[in-house]
Structures are given as structure tokens and as C-alpha cells.
Nanobody
Framework: VQLQASGGGLVQAGGSLRLSCAASGHTFERYTMGWFRRAPEQDRVFVGGISDDGQLTKYADSVKGRFTVTRDNSKNTVYLQMDSLTVEDTAVYYC??????????????????WGQGTQVTVSS
């Protein structure tokens, strides 16, 4: 599976962005999908994830209520809708795919494939 993330950019605080992650291959619907981010000089952390069928989602406390993960299995794409952005959301955002069960959605080491990352910069 190859993952291609897009949609990053520069936005003012309070604004919104939607990231997309397009997957190649014929088995996208079998993968749990996750979004992670790495801020400057910080470790990569979990942001949100979604089960293979799209029925279950999980979010980091820092983004709960502001970010939404969805997927369209017919388009092999997962999305991260980010609203009410703050400067603390500035980071490189990565999508990832895991063949492991959904219960591991927040654990980065359980993911098999990673996208290249897309930069999100929020200005004050």
C-alpha cells in the first residue's frame, strides 16, 4: 500500500483545513487508518484514526471536538477535517495504514505503511 497525503498549507488560527490521504492497492478497506503529527522538536503523536469499515473513530484529547476522520473506501481515501485550528496544531501530518485490529489505532508502531507527510502551519 502506498499512501499520498495532501491538503496541508498555511491557515490562520480559527480556520479550517482538510487533509486527504489517497491509498494505492486493492485492499484499502481492510486497513485501519490513522493520522499522526510531528511538531518541531517533538515526537510523532497520534491525532485520530478510523476503523476499516468507517464505523469507529478515536481522537487524541487535544483535537477531540475539532478534528474529524472519515474515509471513503470507494475512493481509497481517508480524510482529516481540521476545524478551529490553533498554533499548537502546527506540525507535519502523516497518514498511516495498519493491518492490525482497530484496538491498536492509536499505537504508531502497529502501522504498516506511512505517507510522506504534509505540512500544516497555523499562524496567530
Amino acid at each position: 500500500v502506498q499512501l499520498q497525503a495532501s491538503g496541508g498549507g498555511l491557515v490562520q488560527a480559527g480556520g479550517s483545513l482538510r487533509l486527504s490521504c489517497a491509498a494505492s492497492g486493492h485492499t484499502f478497506e481492510r486497513y485501519t487508518m490513522g493520522w499522526f503529527r510531528r511538531a518541531p522538536e517533538q515526537d510523532r503523536v497520534f491525532v485520530g484514526g478510523i476503523s476499516d469499515d468507517g464505523q469507529l473513530t478515536k481522537y487524541a484529547d487535544s483535537v477531540k471536538g475539532r478534528f474529524t476522520v472519515t474515509r471513503d473506501n470507494s475512493k481509497n481515501t481517508v480524510y482529516l477535517q481540521m476545524d478551529s485550528l490553533t498554533v499548537e496544531d502546527t506540525a507535519v501530518y502523516y497518514c498511516a495504514a495498519a493491518s492490525k485490529p482497530y484496538r491498536w489505532v492509536a499505537v504508531s508502531s502497529k502501522y504498516d505503511y506511512w505517507g510522506q507527510g504534509t505540512q500544516v502551519t497555523v499562524s496567530s
